[in-house]
Structures are given as C-alpha cells and as structure tokens.
C-alpha cells in the first residue's frame, strides 16, 4: 500500500468501521478494510478491563464461540456476557491485529459501571451485554423503543429480508481500497439519518456510552498519530464522528456508580447466539451465518451437501441426486425472486420439497441441528477462573466428562469406580446449583446400582460455577458448605430429609452429621403427620444407596423408624373430619407412607438390602394395623379407607371375601352415593382396575351399586367415577367395558372353561399362548446375547483345549523322533 493511498484512509478521521454484530458478511469487510487500510491500532466495542484478555485470542485451544464474561466480585451472579463467534466483525478485528503484531483494545463503558448501574436501576445487566449495539424492536413504534436499523434500511431499499440486504450491501466489493471501504462509507451515511430521526433510540445509555468511547478514541488517535480504526456496532458510528468537546463527554460519565468485577473468557454457543435465547443483538441462523463465513466457494451445494448427510444419519433414505435437484430448485427460486443468489429461504423451500417430502418434521431438525446448530466454544486453561472453575475442570478431565452443548443421555453403572466418580460430580453440581445434568429415569434396571442423566451444558453455567466459588475452592468442599447452610436454613422437615438424600448421593460425609443432628431436631418437633409422613419416603430411599455407596446408613435408619412410628400413632386422629381436598392429599400421604415401610423391611440397619431391618417387621405388623384402623372408622373419609382396604388386600392382609364383604357394606342404600363414590375411587384408584377385571364379585358389587345410583345424585358422583376410571389402561377400560356388556351371567360362563368368553379368563394358564411371547422376552433381557456369548466362549475354550491337544500330540511325536 503506497503512502499516498494510507494517508487517504485516515484523512477524514479514524476509520470507523460500522457493522453489524455476528454478520458473516461485516466480518468479512472488516477483514478487507484492515488489509488495506494497514491501521496502526484497532479499537473494539468491549468493555476497557477485557484488554488483559485480548492476547488469550491467539491460543491454540481457543476456538470460538467464546464470551467475555464479568461479573461482580461481590455478587457473581451480577454478570454480562459480550459473545463473539467466529464470524463476528469484532472476533476477525481481534484475529487480524495478533497476526499483524498491532494493538488492539476495547473502548466501551468499563463492566465495573455497567453491573453497578443495572444494580442501582434494579435491572439485571446479565445475559448479554453488548446486545444494544444494533437494535431490538420494530421501527417507527415511538421514540422510547429501540428500532432496527438494519431492517429500517432494508425497507427503505425495498428489500423484505434486512439478511439479504445487509449481504448485498456489504459483500459485493472490489479488491481495492475504495471498494474496501465505501460500504462502511454508504452505510455511515445511512445510519446518520436514522440517528438524526430516532436520536438515541429511546436508551439514554447509549448517549454515555458512545462518550466513554469518544473519549477513548481520542487518547488513541494522539498515541497513534490518527491511525487508528474502530470497529463498533454501525448505529454508533455516527456519534463517533460527531465533533463533542471533551467536557461535554466528561460530564456525562461524572457520578456513575462503580463495581469490582473479574472478567474472563468462557465457552458460547451458537444457541445462545440465537434470538431465540433472548439475545437482543442474535441472529436467526447461527449455524448458516457460520457455514458462509468458513465455506471457501459454492456455499449452497456445501451446506446442502451438509443437509443430505445429517438427514442420512437420522436413516433417511437422501441421495446424491436429491442434492442435486436440491441446489438446482434453490438457485430456480433466487432467480424467480429476482435475488442474485440463493440463500437460507431458498435452500429451506428446496430442502423442504426435495429432501423431506413436504414435511416440517424433518426440517424442523434441519433448523435445531444446523440452521442454529450446536457448536460449543473452548477457551484455553490459561484463562483466569474462580479456584472452582478450575477444579471442576480437572474433575471433568479425570472422569473423561467433557461439556457439550448437544443434549445426550449418560447411562452410569455405580458399581464401576468411574462412573460413581461421575455420578458424585453431577450430584454435587446439583447441590450448588450448577445444572449441567438432571436425573432420568433409568432404563432397563430399577437397581441402585444404576443410573441415568441427561446432560447440556449452557454458557450461563459458568455464571452458577462463580456463584458458587463463596462456598469453596474444590466441588466437595463447595458442596459440603452448601448443603450444611442449606440445613440450618430449611423450613420444613421433607427440606431436610431430602437434602440428607442428596447428600449420601453426592457422597458428602462431612455434611451428614450436620444434616442429621437438624433432621434429629425438626422431626422431634414437628408434630403435623402430613409432614412426617412427607418426609419419610426420602429418608427411606436414601438408606438403599449404603451398600453401593459404601455409606453408613445407621443413623439414618434410626431416624426413619421413629417417624414410621410417629406417623403409626397419629395417623388415624389426623385423617378424622377432612374435606374432599385434604383427604385426598391424605391417601397420597398413605401411598407414600406404605411404600416406605414396605421397602424400610427391605434394608438393614446398615443399608444392605440382604437381611430386613431389625425391627422391620414389627413396622410392618403395626402398619397393617392402622391400616385396619382406618378401614373400618366411619369418620375417616370414603377415599382413605377404601384406600386402606385396598392395601390390606394387596398386601394379603384381606382375603378376598372379606373385601367383597365390606364394599358390599359401602355399596348398600344406606349409605350416600358421594361417599360411596369416594370409597371406589380409593379402592380400584391407582392400577386397581385388574381387581375387577379378575375378580367378579368385585365388579357385580359395583356394577350394581352404580346401575341403582338415583339419577338426581348420578351428577354428582360421575365427576368422581369418571376421574377414578379414566386413569386405567385403554385396555383395562376396554376389558371391563367388555365384561359388562356381556352381563352377569355370560360373565360367569366366560370364566367356566378354556375358549369360552373372553380369552385368557379360563381356569387355567395357556401355556401355549404363554410360551408364544417367551422370545420376545428373553430378547429383552437380553437372556439370548448372555446364552450366545456362553455358546460362543464355551466354543472358544473348546478350541484352544483342541489346539493344546495337538501341541502335545505333536510334543510327543517330535520326542518319538529324537528318540
């Protein structure tokens, strides 16, 4: 570049280089403008304390998406987060000055004002600070909303989509310096008639900000002799030009409330990039935004080149010839919309019609998995971070447990000394806070050994991770604290009994005794049987987790019998007198609490589940007795003692006869039809529909008690049956239907003998039917990959006894010929 064309660059000032956050085709020009302007510092729209990170940019292990994040020392969860993704103009200004050996610093208002301002205002400055840099609202809604520049141009220039104006306006360039620099030239000039219409956009902290920046740029041009380019967000570029005397700028910064913050780098993704997140200054399309920065040419047939091989993964049958009808249809409907080239409304519309056969299912995965896509950035270990931030990081490197933006699933088998070291770690997250994995369902096995979670890990993480730093430098010592606070600070008993859950799962034995002593306490206490009986079934779950966790569940054990105690002897004054709404809250509390003692026989003192707990069964014995209790106390409402009785039969307490007998009694004139609605519901509730599809004089009770309902209180208890009934399986329901259609008599002949009536209700089992499902079963099981593998290794021992065999025969003739 030849003296005369340098000086040209700078004659009218610095260069400002408008553009528009995270557009491929801004950063791009920007690229080209410094190539050839060559200036010899480069200024950025950031906040001034992120400068001490600017050189981290040429590591080798930082690859973006990545954030500058700051939050307040004293509050960490006061933050704000300025992204930047591998397209965005401000990232390639960062790139280009490390390569070129030229400064580069941030010139925006410092972070430490800008978290205590949103303090002050009561505000949350969090999320993503920077985003009012181009705009947020619809123009021309009044001067207190922020407009859209970009789209107010777009319109002006009679475009429908402000994507493809801003592509036209700023990617078609020459090579030379003019052409290099004219968009920013056309585009400075545009945005100063918006700002002269809008002013500020109805955000008079922009006003202040653009002072701090001018006075920033000043200081730079006299250091650097006016050579000086600034790239910022477009709409600013007209109150960087205009001439404000230093005064004036000083004023407007004078008083503003300050912070201490830490500033780092963290990892973004594209998601987070999107509008959708709630991002003001996001893009739609991330992932496509990120595909035509990086395609070196033909960016249409390659990104649909990219569409064929995901659908492909997800077993759709897409071949070579789909992409090339794709690209053709694509470029078809660029040219029909009279648009130079076919973009991300056209790929969609051809992917759409070629590759899913007019379907929105597929191309709604399109959309998530590459249109947005789910790119997670990495920053180097160098980066500053709280001491817990980098003990988690040494945690996820020993257990192999790498974030990752895509949502997947992580089966863990405790019994493995990895996988409890994972499961100790997302447990112990939790406990801070940091929810980088939520517990499933596990498949396959009910086992404590067991364990299933579904993971993501979001940028604000990193937000929960410093928050979480005041209660300690390492996980455990973080998590120890926190649960120990969380104690003394609980409220009501289950808080506390669920917590002592979540400690022997995070494995946090210097918390427990903590836990316990005010678990001890609470429950002496408290004498509300609703909440014992709440805070039982956690306290009975945790004493399972001792013979895989190795945990000493002793104290714990003796805790949850006296509540079962508690709850034995206040149970049945407390379930006297209730109204519709707390009985039913209180037969759950029965459900609950019978599970509970139920599997309190199943553990030992200690927590294995070998022999029953000393004392188990004299629980269980005294639970069937308030159980009987219950049954049989007319005060205790309808629901709860057939509820009861419900239990005794499952439990083998109640013949069968006996539990005809007394529905017999529920179910008689005498009694009112709500209240003999409300025993039916406690009764056959909750899976109890088999009990009249097998037993027949179950289901002839009720089916008589309803067909004699009067028809003035049939309105009333329908509300009841319909809620009781409609919990079944569809096949249950369409059994019972059946068996009623047929009536009493063609009941009985059903179950008379084998192939009369409704299959399956004969005497005895057909073996045959039975046998026929046996495959499908022990498929599931996976009983035939355990006999094939034993085939298999018997096969292969077989074989190396055959080849020893051989070795001594030939052993042997080998000695016969020396001899």
Sequence with gaps: MSGSEWERAFDSGPLLLGVRHHGPGSARAVRAALDAARPRAVLLEGPTEADALIPLAADEDMRPPVALLAHAVEEPGRSAFWPLAEFSPEWVAIRWSLE???????????????????????????????????????????????????????ESGGYDDPERWWEDVV?????????????????????????????????????VREAHMRLQLRAAQREFEDAVAVVCGAWHVPALRQKVSVAADRALLKGLPKAKVDMTWVPWTHRRLSRSSGYGAGIDSPGWYGHLFGAPDRPVERWLTKVAGLLREEDRIVSSAHVIEAVRLAETLAAMRGRPLAGLSETTDAVRAVMCDGSDVPLALVHDRLVVGDLLGEVPDAAPAVPLQRDLARLQRRLRLKPEALERELELDLRKET?????????????????????????????????????????????????AGVWGTTVLGAATAKAEADAVAAQALAEVTALAERCLLAELPDALPVVMRVLADRAALDADVGHLAQALPALVRSLRYGDVRGTDTRALAEVAAGLAERIFVGLPPACAALDADAAEEMRRHVDEVHGAVGLLGEVSADGREDPPAPGAGGLRARWRSVLRVLSGRDTVPGVIRGRAVRLLLDEGELGQDEAARLMGLVLSPGTPPPDAAAWIEGFVGGGGGMLLVHDERLLRLVDAWLTGVPAEAFTDVLPLLRRTFSAYEPGVRRTLGELVRRGPGERGSAAAGRGAGIPGFAPEPDT????????????????????????????????????????????????????
């Design 419 to 467: 996988d409890a070291g994972r499961s100790r770690l997302l447990h112990r997250l939790r406990l801070l806070g940091v929810g980088w994995g939520e517990p499933r369902e596990s498949r396959g096995s009910t086992g404590t050994f067991r364990e299933t979670w579904r993971l993501r890990w979001e940028p604000e993480l990193s937000v929960r991770v410093a928050e």
């Design 768 to 819: 045959e039917r039975a046998d026929a499902v046996l495959p499908l079963v022990r498929l599931l099981l996976g009983l035939d990959e355990e006999e094939t593998g034993e085939e298999e290794k018997g096969k292969g021992e077989k074989g190396k006894d055959d080849k020893a065999e051989r070795e001594k025969a030939d052993d042997s003739d080998f000695v016969g010929v020396g001899t």
């Design 171 to 207: 990617e078609h360039r020459g090579e030379h310096l003019g052409a290099a620099l004219a968009p920013f030239a056309a585009l400075e000039e545009a945005m100063g008639a918006l700002r002269e219409t809008y002013g500020a956009g109805g955000h008079a902290r922009d006003l």
């Design 100 to 154: 070129h050996g030229v400064p580069a610093r941030f010139i925006d208002l410092p972070a430490a004002h800008t978290l205590a301002w949103g303090s002050e205002e009561g505000e949350s400055p969090g999320g993503d600070a920077g985003a009012d840099a181009d705009a947020t609202d619809e123009p021309g809604s009044g001067p207190d909303v922020r407009v859209d520049p970009i789209a107010v141009l777009a």
